[in-house]
């Protein structure tokens, strides 16, 4: 079946630091990808996708690359802001965005 | 354009009793799908609907239930409550087989 690993958190940076947050995943076919955030109290809020191998998703300085050969979807951000702070989760869809196989979450903590 | 809403936010049940939860999709989406997270098991799909008609489900027990109403609101029941179902419900719509949208979510705490 399908899953995603993302790494354990959390992940405690500092103002303008560079983040990435790793993402690995198993499926079969051709599943799309997506990172969502989730801050304290809250739902999850789509950050960005990729749907087919090397798509680029991209979002308020977030990317994340569709690599195929290594089955990754890693998340990174040049410069992060103390409003980063949140939880962010991989997640897979295969055959339709309505079912999606979430990672743990990874929470990140920035300090200014 | 207004998102996905959940009522209640929060809700307190005992042991044994039954609850329904309440989603309503953003306008013109079909497609509800509702997922529980807790920290220890994290987030995991319970069904989709799309059309009145569960199209998919994930491993729950029976006393997970849901519906779909002809306006695509949707809701889900959970009977003879146990401790474990506490957790943070969440409920994402979608047009057919598109990114899905999540609401805000139902704090469900069972003593």
């Known amino acids: 079946g399908n899953s995603v690993t993302q790494m354990e958190g959390p992940v405690t940076l500092s103002e303008e630091a560079f983040l990435t947050i790793n993402c690995t995943y198993t499926?079969?076919?051709?599943?799309?990808l997506f990172w969502y955030v989730q801050y304290p109290g809250e739902g999850l809020q789509l950050l960005l996708k990729?749907?087919?191998?090397?798509d680029k998703g991209s979002n308020k300085g977030f990317e994340a690359t569709y690599r195929k050969e290594t089955t990754s979807f890693h998340l990174e951000k040049g410069s992060v802001q103390v409003s980063d702070s949140a939880v962010y989760f991989c997640a897979l869809s295969g055959g339709g965005y309505s079912t999606l196989t979430f990672g743990k979450g990874t929470m990140l903590l920035v300090s200014p | 354009k207004a998102g996905v809403t959940q009522t209640p936010r929060y809700l307190i049940k005992t042991r044994g009793q039954q609850v329904t939860l309440s989603c309503s999709p953003i306008?013109?989406?079909?497609?509800v799908s509702w997922y529980q997270q807790t920290p220890g098991q994290g987030l995991q799909f319970l069904f989709e609907?799309?059309?009145?008609?569960?199209?998919n489900k994930g491993n729950f027990p029976g006393r997970f239930s849901g519906r779909q109403f002809s306006n695509s609101r949707s809701e889900m029941n959970v009977s003879t409550l146990e401790l474990g179902d506490s957790a943070l419900y969440l409920c994402?719509?979608?047009?057919?087989?598109?990114?899905?949208?999540f609401g805000q979510g139902t704090r469900l705490t069972v003593v």
């Open positions: 499926a079969t076919g051709y599943p799309s």
């Open positions: 609907y799309f059309s009145e008609t569960q199209r």
């Open positions: 306008s013109g989406h079909r497609s």
């Open positions: 994402a719509s979608s047009r057919d087989r598109d990114v899905a949208f």
């Open positions: 990729a749907t087919k191998a090397d």
